[in-house]
């Protein structure tokens, strides 16, 4: 069974610090590793991570793979309050399986003023 | 517009009762999915689709029932077997072999 670990679970802070959400997973021939941010009811996409090492950013959020650690790393500097949700990542399978998504538990982050 | 349509938004449900939730897509998308969330997790995967009249089982399937008579739709029926149903449900679709989902809005189902 593929497998998602996200960690931590929750975490506050207050605007203007940097937050570091950790995400491992074991999904059977895996293919992509995709961030979403969740805020009331659909996630929205954030990044999609396949090639290890190589860093995709989009403003003040940026992400990372290393596939020989099955990891990966979503960073965002000087949080806003308007960052507060959950943050979810997934892990996408391939073979017969191509397309599909794995989710972990998701972090709650949340920004204090 | 094309989008994702679920129905209802809220749906209350006595115990032992069967209930259907629809999802609908007018993107032309082949899979669709369906996930359940509880207060605060992330998502667990109930049922995939990828075509037609065919359908896989996700990590949580057990009480829960679908069907993929059309494309467009791929209603979940939550059976008086699923003992703890109360949770926010989310469909998403997708072409084929993508990872470019589109969801729902969601349906929050509540046992009174």
């Known amino acids: 069974e593929d497998k998602v670990v996200q960690s931590p679970l929750s975490l506050v802070v207050h605007e203007g610090d940097t937050v570091t959400l950790n995400c491992s997973y074991e999904?059977?021939?895996?293919?992509?590793l995709l961030w979403y941010k969740q805020e009331k009811k659909a996630p929205t996409f954030l990044f999609m991570l396949t090639s290890s090492g190589i860093e995709k950013k989009s403003g003040r959020l940026s992400s990372i793979l290393d596939k020989k650690e099955l990891s990966s790393i979503l960073n965002i500097t000087a949080t806003q309050t308007g960052d507060s949700a959950i943050y979810l990542c997934a892990g996408g399978a391939g073979g017969t399986s191509y397309g599909k998504l794995t989710f972990g538990q998701g972090t709650i982050l949340t920004v204090h003023p | 517009d094309g989008g994702i349509t679920q129905s209802p938004k809220y749906l209350f449900r006595k115990e032992g009762q069967n209930v259907t939730l629809s999802c609908e897509q007018n993107?032309?998308?082949?899979?669709m999915y369906w996930y359940r969330q509880d207060p605060g997790q992330g998502l667990r995967l109930i049922y995939y689709s990828q075509i037609v009249n065919d359908f896989q089982k996700g990590d949580i399937a057990e009480g829960y029932s679908v069907s993929r008579e059309k494309k467009e739709s791929f209603p979940l029926t939550v059976t008086s077997a699923q003992k703890n149903p109360t949770a926010f449900y989310l469909c998403?679709?997708?072409?084929?072999?993508?990872?470019?989902?589109?969801f729902g809005s969601g349906t929050r189902l509540t046992v009174v």
């Open positions: 998403a679709s997708s072409f084929l072999q993508s990872y470019g989902y589109t």
């Open positions: 999904v059977t021939n895996f293919r992509s």
């Open positions: 993107l032309n998308h082949d899979a």
